[in-house]
C-alpha cells in the first residue's frame, strides 16, 4: 500500500462538482430570464423595471462566480470549497425564508434546499473531505 494522495477526485466530488455546474448555468439562465422580463408591457415604463433589470445582472454575475468555483472543486481548491460552502449556506438560509414566507413555489424551493445542503455535506463529508485535507490547497492556477 502507498500513502500517496490519490490525483483524480473521488466521485462523490464529480457529482457534486456537475450539480454546482448545473446550479451555476440555471442561475445565469434565470438572470437573463429576468433582465427579459423587464421588456413585459406593464413593466416596461416603471422603475420596478430597472430593478429587475439590476437584480438579473447580478444573479447572472452571481452564476458565472458559481461556475468559476465549480471549475476548482475538482482540482482541490480549498477556497472554491470554502466560498462555495458561503455562497450554498446563504442560499438555504434564503431558500427557507422563502419558503415559510411564501410556500406557493415550494416544490422549487423545496429542490433548492436539497441541492444546497447535498453539495454543501457531500464537500465537507467522506472521501471528498479526505482529497481535500489531502491536496494541500492545490494552487493551479
Known amino acids: 500500500m502507498s500513502n500517496v494522495?490519490?490525483?483524480?477526485?473521488?466521485?462523490e466530488?464529480?457529482?457534486a462538482t456537475v450539480l454546482t455546474y448545473v446550479v451555476g448555468v440555471l442561475?445565469?439562465?434565470l438572470g437573463i430570464l429576468l433582465m427579459f422580463i423587464r421588456y413585459l408591457p406593464n413593466l416596461e415604463h416603471?422603475?420596478?423595471?430597472s430593478i429587475v433589470t439590476i437584480v438579473g445582472a447580478?444573479?447572472?454575475?452571481?452564476g458565472?462566480?458559481?461556475?468559476?468555483?465549480?471549475?476548482g472543486l475538482t482540482r482541490g481548491r480549498r477556497d472554491a470549497r470554502i466560498?462555495?460552502?458561503v455562497l450554498f449556506s446563504i442560499s438555504f438560509?434564503?431558500?427557507?425564508?422563502?419558503?415559510?414566507?411564501?410556500?406557493?413555489?415550494?416544490?422549487?424551493?423545496?429542490?433548492d434546499l436539497f441541492l444546497s445542503a447535498g453539495i454543501v455535506v457531500v464537500m465537507w463529508t467522506g472521501r471528498v473531505a479526505r482529497f481535500f485535507a489531502r491536496s494541500g490547497g492545490a494552487r493551479t492556477g
Open 5 to 11: 494522495a490519490p490525483t483524480e477526485p473521488p466521485v
Open 13 to 15: 466530488l464529480v457529482a
Open 27 to 29: 442561475g445565469i439562465l
Open 46 to 49: 416603471s422603475s420596478v423595471g
Open 58 to 62: 447580478a444573479t447572472v454575475l452571481l
Open 64 to 71: 458565472l462566480f458559481v461556475i468559476a468555483l465549480a471549475s
Open 83 to 85: 466560498l462555495l460552502t
Open 93 to 111: 438560509v434564503l431558500g427557507g425564508l422563502v419558503l415559510v414566507l411564501d410556500p406557493d413555489d415550494m416544490w422549487f424551493r423545496l429542490v
